[in-house]
């Protein structure tokens, strides 16, 4: 069964610091992975997803992710916060349907 | 192009009441989902619908909830009775298609649910 696991309910950096949210996944099979933001009383945005392909994915806003087989991991990067980063984000896998993480909530201080 | 739409936003109910959610997808986006938020935690999928056919709706709790998609466009989602447990965001999502697990989901503003 499909899985994921998001290490960190709660994040805090700086503004214009690296921005490191973690996320493994459990999957006999690499899944399509994805990475969601959700902003206080709104729905889901994509930030990016993994396919196929390059393993570095660059998404909206700055953000990227690298896909790693080997870690079965899927870390969500960013080099420099701005405080409007600041928000819930989501890591999901897929095969028919997402499964999503429980979130990690990214506060960002002046 | 205009994006998910949800209504109500808000709503609070008594438990044991019925209340109903409405959702208009992404014009031409045949793949809708019903999802389940609970503070805290990430999305559930509650059911998924490929134009007016339901694909899933494994994690739907049939006794108290009800969801159609007669024209295979809005859909109405049904909580009767409501339980405390009930009280979630409720999201709705499109996709072009749902057969392929890499696809899109967009997602509207939800429904926040008080059941008191």
């Known amino acids: 069964a499909q899985s994921v696991t998001q290490l960190g309910s709660h994040v805090s950096v700086s503004e214009g610091a690296l921005v490191l949210l973690r996320c493994n996944y459990s999957s006999s099979v690499p899944p399509y992975l994805f990475w969601y933001v959700q902003y206080p009383n709104q729905g889901l945005q994509l930030l990016l997803k993994?396919?196929?392909?390059?393993?570095l994915v660059k998404g909206i806003n700055g953000f990227e992710a690298e896909f790693k087989k080997s870690e079965t991991s899927f870390h969500l990067t960013k080099p420099s916060a701005h405080m409007s980063d600041a928000a819930e984000y989501f890591c999901?896998?897929?095969?028919?349907?997402?499964?999503f993480g429980t979130g990690t909530r990214l506060q960002v201080f002046p | 192009e205009a994006g998910v739409a949800q209504s109500p936003r808000y709503k609070i109910i008594e438990k044991r009441q019925s209340v109903a959610f409405w959702c208009n997808p992404i014009s031409g986006h045949a793949t809708l989902y019903w999802y389940q938020q609970i503070l805290g935690q990430g999305p559930k999928l509650l059911i998924q619908f490929q134009n007016n056919g339901v694909v899933d709706d494994s994690q739907l709790p049939k006794d108290r909830f009800s969801a159609e998609r007669l024209k295979g466009v809005d859909s109405t989602l049904k909580i009767q009775p409501a339980k405390l447990e009930d009280s979630a965001v409720y999201l709705c999502a499109s996709s072009l298609t749902g057969t392929s697990g890499g696809k899109t989901q967009y997602f509207g503003p939800g429904t926040r649910l008080l059941v008191l």
């Open positions: 993994y396919t196929t392909g390059a393993t």
């Open positions: 999901a896998v897929s095969f028919d349907k997402l499964i």
